[in-house]
């Protein structure tokens, strides 16, 4: 019965979702958060389908950089929230640090950290027992969910409010990661909540259409079952945008005892190509990368020997 129900809900929610980014712009609420600009959705729109309110006490930042979503009663009706940006997302690694027990959500509250440009076109990190209170609470996607090897769930057991929550979307993979705290990376296995490597069939090429989202909202509509109202804080959003070209892919060979030449296959569409240097070995992701140059060009000659530096490659394509 589960499975029913969150399919039915779930056609609903991608059904409407869309209905929203139609509005008048003119007439949208627009914020700055993570030096990005975003609109805000106000209307009776999917997902749910809910009211959506685009009220300085329904989304805002705080002085500290803080985004605040929040669940309210206003008329006695709820509302919920979600903005999205103006500028579209490309491939590349997105992370957010939340500061809520999202955990401890009524069951029929959502919580959404996505990128959405249709229907069968979205890559979701959702937080929800979806009207159960039994139903594991975490759980990566890409759409459509229903196709066999697109949804993994997980449950969580925060031991506070500070955790971490990031895909890195490249052309031939989505690396979903969940953490306890605020990291880039985890300091050891015991920080991860849970990681998901998909390289199934439905992951979606760039568009411009692609947008990110982030949104707090009720189940099918349904009032929280312990009538209170819900916030999700996003203390920061990390985005490092381009397509990674990391060894076997980067090639790196010894010209001569002081020097090394890189070399790496074109990036269609892409301007430029920004070259990391590390001492040590590093996921792309992790800080600590020094950024050498940028060149249009697909090699590089750099000092260095190989096995004492490390490198890798971003393809940015603006």
């Not at 803080?66 to 940006?85: D, F, G, Q």
């Not at 491939?91 to 229907?119: C, H, I, K, M, T």
């Not at 300091?187 to 998909?198: E, K, L, T, V």
């Not at 985005?239 to 010894?254: E, F, K, T, Y």
């Amino acid at each position: 019965m589960r499975v029913f129900q969150k399919q039915t809900w779930l056609v609903w929610a991608l059904l409407l979702l869309g209905a929203g980014l139609f509005a008048n712009p003119a007439n949208r609420r627009v914020i700055s958060f993570a030096g990005m600009d975003w609109w805000v959705k106000s209307g009776y729109y999917g997902p749910g389908p809910n009211h959506f309110s685009d009220s300085a006490e329904s989304v805002w930042v705080d002085d500290t950089g803080r985004l605040h979503l929040k669940i309210r009663k206003i008329n006695n009706v709820w509302h919920c929230a979600e903005l999205w940006t103006l500028a579209p997302a490309g491939w590349g690694s997105y992370l957010f640090w939340l500061e809520s027990r999202v955990d401890l959500y009524d069951p029929n509250v959502v919580a959404g950290l996505f990128l959405y440009q249709d229907d069968d076109r979205e890559i979701d990190i959702e937080f929800s027992r979806w009207g159960d209170p039994d139903y594991p609470c975490g759980s990566y996607s890409v759409q459509p969910y229903y196709h066999q090897g697109n949804n993994r769930t997980f449950e969580m057991a925060l031991e506070g409010s500070w955790t971490s929550h990031s895909f890195d979307w490249q052309p031939d993979y989505i690396d979903f990661q969940s953490l306890h705290g605020h990291y880039h990376e985890p300091p050891n296995p015991g920080f991860i909540i849970d990681q998901w490597h998909y390289t199934g069939m439905d992951n979606p090429a760039e568009s411009e259409d692609m947008l990110l989202h982030i949104n707090l909202w009720l189940m099918s509509g349904l009032a929280p079952s312990n009538a209170s109202e819900a916030e999700l804080i996003v203390s920061h959003l990390f985005v490092n945008p381009g397509v990674v070209i990391a060894p076997p892919q980067l090639r790196i060979n010894q010209l001569n005892p002081q020097s090394l030449l890189l070399g790496w296959d074109p990036v269609p569409n892409a301007l430029t190509y920004k070259v990391f240097q590390s001492d040590i070995p590093l996921d792309p992701s992790e800080p600590g990368w020094i950024e050498l140059t940028s060149t249009s060009l697909t090699s590089l000659e750099v000092s260095g020997q190989a096995g004492k530096k490390f490198f890798y490659v971003r393809a940015i394509r603006e």
